[in-house]
């Protein structure tokens, strides 16, 4: 038993040995990949204080070039952020995990980040309860849908003075904008003038009010004709409204 035991000793360290090299090639690796991530990535102890935060963390906050970086997650808060109760810090330690929170940290030169924000709880042998962040720079994605906004509104208020009746019906032929010109010329069919009508459903409405000048045809028909025309990507159609003009 003794001669079994004493072969069995070097197998056993041997074994060891090679599960803290996997081990420590894991962690080699789990660091490589946090380390190379576009993503923020922030590891917090229990009282807020910065465990680990990747190059990507630092060049988000503008803290890459900073000879003395700020060393709590408070202080990557914005400043009405910070005491407040249910700022994203405050949810972590309440045991809340965070999904995709949309907000905002506060950048080096006074300014705010748009982020999104994951986050949650872990143990660790040395500290107890530890906290990992996420976060998401979306500030240029914002910038970019703030600028293309701002551009179709001044376009809206170009088509809102435009003679010519003008609708924009979206991919799923939803009504997404109608000038005035476009709701006195249909003036009949006003009661259906409203955002996400559908073209079919606005055409619909007008026949049975009486919008169209369809005597001697049948509805369903003439509702047909005009559907088959207007899913082409171009076309041009006459109608007869009940003005007894064609537009």
């Keep these: 038993v003794t001669g079994v035991q004493t072969c069995a000793l070097p ?7 090679k599960e803290r090299t996997n081990l420590a090639a894991r962690v080699r690796a789990y660091e490589d990949l946090m380390s190379s991530s576009t993503l923020a990535i922030f590891h917090v102890d229990k009282e807020g204080q910065f465990l680990y935060r990747n190059p990507a963390a630092a060049n988000l906050l503008g803290w890459a070039h ?4 700020p060393t709590a997650v408070q202080q990557m808060l914005p400043a009405n952020d910070q005491a407040v109760t249910d700022s994203p810090w405050r949810r972590l330690q309440q045991g809340v995990t965070i999904n995709g929170l949309e907000t905002q940290l506060q950048h080096a030169d006074g300014s705010t980040k748009h982020v999104r924000l994951f986050g949650t709880a872990y143990s660790t042998q040395t500290s107890g309860v530890a906290y990992c962040l996420i976060a998401e720079d979306l500030t240029e994605q914002i910038a970019q849908a703030r600028k293309r906004e701002g551009t179709a509104e001044v376009a809206l208020l170009v088509l ?3 003679p ?8 799923r032929d939803q009504l997404y904008y109608f000038n005035q010109a476009f709701a006195g010329l249909y003036q009949t069919s006003s009661g259906c003038l409203k955002d996400k009508v559908t073209f079919e459903a606005f055409l619909t409405f007008g026949l049975r009010a009486g919008q169209y000048g369809t005597k001697g045809q049948r509805h369903q028909d003439w509702l047909q004709e005009r559907l088959a025309v207007h899913a082409k990507p171009y076309s041009l159609q006459t109608m007869r ?6 537009h």
């Design 164 to 171: 010519q009746a003008i609708a924009i019906f979206d991919a």
């Design 241 to 246: 409204l009940d003005r007894s003009e064609e």
């Design 66 to 69: 900073m000879a003395s970086a």
């Design 11 to 17: 197998i056993y360290i041997s074994e060891v040995n």
């Design 160 to 162: 809102d003075s435009h």
